[in-house]
């Protein structure tokens, strides 16, 4: 059975991040990752579906999400020109929107097993971009809600 973050703990986590307070938000968070790799990976989970909720209320059932990643010049690039730690964010993200539970879970092993990651603070940082990920989508589902009940019906 997958973990799930206690919603009232993992809101508050992301209240922080939308406020700035990134070290509070982390201090929140810490325990969960500290209780070990399925708490991590339900951690992950649902922060990629936070972040990559916009993306799926923008896009057509049926159709799947990949990477676009422009370079310095405009022009499309490789995802290897990206810091690992965005790399591995967005590739999780994009695997948990295609509900592709096979390689969400493989890109989770690529830094979550000690086997094969670069050690904690690699990891870390890992969770740190998928966080600051879901921190910048949530903020602005905010202030798009609140745009829209600022604004007079009919404008």
């Known amino acids: 059975m997958l973990y799930e973050p206690d919603p009232e703990i993992f809101r508050r986590a992301l209240a922080y991040g939308i406020h700035g307070?990134?070290?509070?938000a982390l201090l929140l968070l810490d325990p969960i990752v500290?209780?070990?790799p399925r708490h991590t990976y339900g951690l992950l989970l649902s922060l990629?579906?936070?972040a990559s909720k916009p993306a799926r209320d923008a896009t057509p059932p049926g159709q799947g999400f990949f990477i676009e990643v422009d370079g310095p010049d405009g022009e499309p690039a490789s995802i290897d020109v990206l810091p690992p730690p965005l790399r591995?964010?967005?590739r999780f993200m994009a695997a948990y929107a295609?509900?592709?539970a096979a390689m969400t879970y493989a890109v989770f092993m690529s830094?979550?097993?000690p086997a094969v990651n670069d050690g904690p603070q690699a990891f870390a940082d890992c969770i740190r971009a998928l966080y600051r990920l879901a921190?910048?989508?949530a903020g602005e589902q905010l202030a798009a809600a609140r745009a829209a009940k600022t604004t007079p019906q009919g404008q």
């Open 48 to 50: 990629a579906e936070v």
């Open 88 to 90: 591995f964010a967005l």
């Open 111 to 113: 830094v979550g097993d």
């Open 135 to 137: 921190v910048k989508a």
């Open 34 to 36: 500290n209780a070990g």
């Open 21 to 24: 307070d990134d070290r509070q």
């Open 98 to 100: 295609n509900r592709d």
